[in-house]
C-alpha cells in the first residue's frame, strides 16, 4: 500500500527537479540581459561597444544576485537603463519559474496516478497471459491432423478460479478501459513462449489432478513477483510507460497482491478491487500541500535551516539535504496533528536512501535543533489526539 513516506519521497523528487531548473532559468534571464545590451546591428548610429559590454556585465550581476537569493535588485548608483534590464530579466525568470512549479505540480498529480495504472497492468498482464493459454493450445490443435479437445491440464491457467473473478470483475474491466490499460500482443505471446512454459513450478501446477484455491493463487503470485520481469519486453513496456516503474513497482505488486488474496468463491463481478492508499483523499492532499507549502516558504525555511548550520554556507549543503530540511520544517509548521518525532524520524529514513552516508546524522542534529526552536517560538504547534498543544 501507498504510504506517507513514499509520497513525502515524492514531494522530494518533485523538487529536486525543480530546483535543478532554477540555475537554467537564472542563465535564461541572463540572456535577455546579453540580447539588450547587443550591438543593434541594423542602427545607422555610432555605437559604444564598450558601454553596453559594461551595463550588460552590471546588470547581469545585479540580476543574478536578486533572481538567486529571492530579494529585491540593489541598483546603487546604477542608471535607469540598467534597472529596467534587471527588472525585465527578473519579470522572465519569475516566468519561467511559475511556468515549471505548474508543470512539476502536474507530474507529481500524475506520478501518483501512474501508481493505480502500474498495479492494474500487474492484473492485467495475469488476465492476458491466461488468454495466451488457450491461444497456444488452439494454435496448437490446428496444427494436428486430427484435432481434439485441450486436455484440462494445459488450459488449467485459462480456467484458474481467480482469473476467472477477474475477468468479469466489473470494477477491473472499467478501470482498466478508463485508464488505458493493455499489453502488446507479442510482448505476451512471447513472455509465455521463453518464460512461462518453461518453467518448473508452472508445470507442475499443469499436473495437478485439480486445483485449488490456494493452488490459483500461488502460481498468479509466482507469475507477477518471479516471472515476469524476467522477459526485457515486459520491463521496457512498463518502463516506457512509468519512468518511475522502479520505484512504483514495489507499491504496485503490493496492492495487486492484496488483489488476489481478496478473490474467493464470495467475490462477485461488481466487489471493488482495493485502492492504492485507504485513505487515497487525505494522502493526495497531505503530498501536495507538503509541496506547495515548501515552494511557498522557500525563503523563509531557508532561513530557519541556516540558522542551524554552522560554518557552512547553504549552496555548499548537498541539493538533496537542502530539500530535505525544507521539507521537514514545512511539514512541522503545516501539519499540526503529525508529531515532530514522527516527521524527524521519517526524514532521517528518507536521507538514508537518498542522500549521503553521512546525511543521516547531520539531517537529526538540523532538525532536532529547529524543532526545539521552532516550538520555543510558538511557529511550530502541535495538536490533536494523543498529542500535546504546545501553543
Known amino acids: 500500500m501507498l504510504n506517507r513516506r513514499m509520497l513525502r519521497v515524492k514531494a522530494l523528487q518533485s523538487l529536486y527537479s525543480y530546483y535543478q531548473g532554477q540555475a537554467a532559468n537564472v542563465e535564461l534571464g541572463a540572456d535577455l540581459i546579453a540580447e539588450i545590451f547587443s550591438p543593434d546591428l541594423n542602427s545607422m548610429e555610432v555605437q559604444d561597444h564598450v558601454k553596453l559590454k559594461a551595463q550588460r556585465e552590471e546588470a547581469t550581476i545585479i540580476y543574478k544576485k536578486a533572481a538567486e537569493s529571492g530579494n529585491s535588485p540593489d541598483f546603487g548608483t546604477s542608471d535607469k537603463i540598467i534597472a529596467n534590464a534587471v527588472y525585465k530579466a527578473l519579470d522572465h525568470f519569475k516566468s519561467l519559474m511559475e511556468k515549471d512549479r505548474k508543470q512539476v505540480r502536474k507530474h507529481l498529480q500524475e506520478d501518483i496516478q501512474k501508481l493505480s495504472w502500474d498495479y492494474l497492468m500487474l492484473l492485467k498482464f495475469l488476465l492476458d497471459v491466461s488468454e495466451q493459454v488457450m491461444i497456444d493450445e488452439q494454435e496448437n490443435m490446428s496444427k494436428l491432423l486430427s484435432p481434439k479437445s485441450s486436455p484440462p491440464k494445459y488450459l488449467k491457467l485459462h480456467t484458474n478460479k481467480i ?229
Open 163 to 391: 482469473i476467472e473473478k477477474l475477468r468479469i470483475n466489473e470494477s477491473f474491466l472499467n478501470r482498466c478501459g478508463r485508464e488505458h490499460v493493455g499489453w502488446e500482443k507479442q510482448v505476451i505471446r512471447s513472455f509465455f513462449k521463453e518464460i512461462l512454459k518453461k518453467d518448473d513450478e508452472y508445470i507442475r501446477y499443469q499436473e495437478l489432478k485439480e486445483a485449488s484455491w490456494d493452488d490459483d493463487r500461488a502460481i498468479l503470485m509466482h507469475i507477477m513477483k518471479d516471472l515476469m520481469l524476467k522477459k526485457e519486453s515486459v520491463i521496457m513496456h512498463l518502463e516506457e510507460s512509468d519512468l518511475n516503474w522502479n520505484e512504483n513497482s514495489v507499491i504496485a505488486k503490493g496492492v495487486a497482491s492484496k488483489a488476489l488474496k481478496l478473490f474467493d468463491e464470495s467475490y462477485q463481478e461488481k466487489s471493488p478491487l482495493p485502492e492504492i492508499a485507504l485513505n487515497w483523499d487525505e494522502d493526495r492532499e497531505f503530498y501536495m500541500d507538503l509541496f506547495e507549502e515548501t515552494l511557498k516558504r522557500d525563503k523563509e525555511l531557508e532561513g530557519y535551516v541556516m540558522s542551524k548550520i554552522k560554518n557552512w554556507e547553504m549552496d555548499r549543503l548537498a541539493m538533496t539535504d537542502r530539500i530535505l530540511l525544507k521539507l521537514a520544517a514545512a511539514e512541522m509548521i503545516r501539519f499540526p496533528s503529525i508529531p515532530v518525532k514522527v516527521t524527524i524520524n521519517e526524514f532521517i529514513e528518507i536521507s538514508k536512501s537518498y542522500s549521503t552516508p553521512n546525511s543521516k546524522q547531520f539531517v537529526n542534529g538540523i532538525l532536532d535543533a529547529l524543532s526545539a526552536e521552532l516550538s520555543s517560538q510558538g511557529i511550530v504547534k502541535k495538536s490533536g489526539r494523543g498529542l500535546i498543544d504546545n501553543k
